[in-house]
């Protein structure tokens, strides 16, 4: 493998893991969502853990904040363009997550689940 392949791996690793990005990514996948939408669709989450990272998902161009002068405010979040070509890797993660748990029998303890996969497949309606 050539140092540049490796280099790009690994760029890619630092804007996708962490134990929140794929996941908030991937609830923004079919639309446009509320700050609460988010963390609705991930209770698991920590709110300064949300802003911190949709935050920097916006600062690596992945996600867009649009903010309305409404009373009481309202911003949104989606992805961008560059973001949404994230969708098959993310989607790819997932299948092969789930094959690597079956295959060593794994199962996650209740607080290590972020979300319903089942949950994701209703709105994901392209996979």
């Not at 698991?44 to 904040?65: F, Y």
Request: proline letters at 3%.
């Amino acid at each position: 493998m050539k140092i540049n392949q490796i280099k790009a791996i690994k760029a890619t690793l630092n804007i996708v893991c962490g134990k929140w990005k794929a996941p908030i990514l991937l609830v923004l996948v079919e639309k446009e969502l509320r700050f609460s939408e988010i963390k609705n669709s991930l209770p698991k989450i920590n709110h300064q853990t949300l802003i911190k990272q949709l935050k920097q998902l916006e600062k690596d161009g992945l996600i867009s904040r649009t903010s309305y002068q409404e009373v009481p405010p309202r911003v949104e979040y989606r992805l961008t363009e560059y973001g949404a070509e994230l969708e098959e890797l993310l989607n790819d993660m997932m299948t092969w997550g789930e094959k690597h748990l079956e295959m060593n029998n794994t199962i996650l303890e209740e607080d290590e689940v972020i979300y319903d996969r089942h949950e994701l497949d209703g709105e994901m309606s392209h996979q």
